[in-house]
């Protein structure tokens, strides 16, 4: 009688934390979904403030048309490339950065045009677009560390005891994190 208590116990016991963890397995999922969808609100924003800045400078610098082109296809191969919250894997994430990556750099051969044209640079829309582009890229770079750090609590707890008995079964893998795109640890080099 008492083993049979024992064992009953040991089953109650491993079925009540089998259930809170999962229950903390959901919490920490839906929170690395729910930033994904930050990091990607943050990217549509500069994709949306791009078509401004292009016809901006568009205007003023009418001799840039292929540096005009190149950030126009580099802003629609970025939005044609999605993140779905639902299939975070290594290779998507690398997509995805790898397309925002050429989208940055059109823009930063953009804004180096923009040195070219005094009255470009005292426009005032220009000024504002800039600096409308500027605090995107920032809030892109707080949004993508925000999802480094649910995904690093998320992808801790799955895989501390006991969860971890339990994260396979209930089918929760471990999520990826964003990276620095490749060759992002050398410093540019400027010419004036």
């Known amino acids: ?70 950030v126009i296809e580099a802003r629609a191969k970025a939005t044609s490339v999605q993140l779905n919250a639902n299939d975070l894997t290594p290779e998507n994430i690398q997509k995805f950065q790898a397309a925002q990556s050429q989208l940055s750099a059109g823009l930063g051969r953009l804004l ?19 600096a409308q582009i500027e605090g995107t890229e920032n809030r892109i770079n707080v949004e993508r560390n925000k999802f480094n750090t649910v995904t690093n609590d998320y992808n801790g707890y799955i895989k501390s005891f006991p969860n971890n008995l339990f994260a396979g079964v209930f089918g929760f893998k471990e999520a990826p994190y964003f990276a620095a795109a490749e060759g992002s640890e050398k410093a540019p080099t400027v010419q004036f």
Do not use: H
């Open 1 to 70: 009688m008492k083993r049979l208590l024992l064992y009953f116990a040991a089953v109650v016991t491993l079925l009540s934390q089998s259930s809170c963890g999962y229950n903390g397995m959901v919490q920490r999922d839906q929170a690395v979904k729910a930033q994904t969808g930050n990091v990607q609100s943050a990217y549509q924003r500069r994709s949306d403030l791009i078509p401004n800045l292009v016809n901006t400078v568009k205007g003023a610098a009418k001799q840039e048309q292929a540096t005009l082109t190149g």
């Open 112 to 130: 180096a045009v923009s040195e070219n044209y005094p009255e470009l640079k005292t426009n005032a829309n220009f000024q504002e677009l800039q």
